[in-house]
């Protein structure tokens, strides 16, 4: 309809095909239908031209609103709807959802009670707050920050990336070498599962588990701990729970003493030199100019070498490689002196000296008689004093 007015020979008009007269009442009020309108027997200003319609008392534009239990509502996109089940979103009507506290967010409809709009998509409420999704996220209920980009996920009150980590338990643990584990009996050390050795005080020492307790890392090595302690294995070494200096690179421990093997050897907690490059038995043997010669019946504590050969110490010694026996218990030179019924003399006729009872002669030119005179020899021949 091009204009909505229409003129009659008896000044009439019709409007949105219905017929009024210049003299039309509303009511006993008379008004002008082409500027008023009549609602409810109330005039009101008409509005919305040909396509006003009552609502009550009020008039409105039916081309642009409708109206519902006595209320004015625009249209949404040109269709009206029931407000108490529906909701007009960005020109779409939708399903309302959460009643009185019904919102739109961009073309769809929520519940203000339970949810929140946040550019123009729709996020569940974290006990009841609401929070930016790009910069947070909601874990049981509680408002944390965003970890892993795009992709987050909860792990109790925590978010994690779940490309590095993984959630066991409401607790976040590193992948191993993109795989999960069971962290209560297992543990990643460079990217290898080990079996987990300590339970909690366990460690990784480059692609190994050990108990922190008892053990240390050190250069990706592991090495016991000396009475708890930590130490440098390139300068000590725990020997019997005693840190002792290291004795070389390839030292051993002996009992609380570190030693060269290669210069000593340990034999019941206790350090002896080397035989030629060898150990023995140094409760049996001895090491004399290099070999290892058995005691035989002379005792250990008594024992000495004198050359290749063990003597018993108590009644003998050693002079210029060869064993003597002692003089009464003194060891003396053989070269000057000799030992005669236990005392040590001046050595007579060298080669040629013989004892006489407590005297030292020459044999050469002397004899002992009866073992106690010293006789001068008869044409060098030995002859009864007596006769």
Known sequence: MSDFRFQFPFSKYIIANTIYSLNSKCGKNPYNPIRQQCCVGRVVPRVGG????CCGANSYDSASYFCHGGQVLRKC????????SHLCCNNYVVSRLGGAAARCCSRYSYSSLTHFCHSNKVYALCGKIEYNPYSFMCCNGYVTSRVGG???????YLSYDETSYFCLKSKVYSLCQRKSYNPSVMVCCLGTQQP???GLASKCCSNTSYDSRINFCYNKVVYG???QQEYNPGTHQCCNLYLAERAGSNSRCCGQKSYHPDKFFCSHDKLYALCA???YNPLGDLCCAGSSIPLGNVPLRFASCCAKSVYNTQSYFCFQDVVYLKCGSQAYDPRSQSCCNGKVLHLVGGQYSRCCGSVNYDSKDYFCYNNKTVIHKCGNKIYNPAR
């Open 50 to 53: 040909y396509g006003a319609k």
């Open 150 to 156: 795009s992709k987050p996920k909860c792990c109790g």
């Open 77 to 84: 996109n040109a269709s009206s709807y029931n407000p108490t």
């Open 277 to 279: 490059h060898s150990s």
């Open 225 to 227: 701990r000396c009475r």
């Open 196 to 198: 987990r050795i300590g």
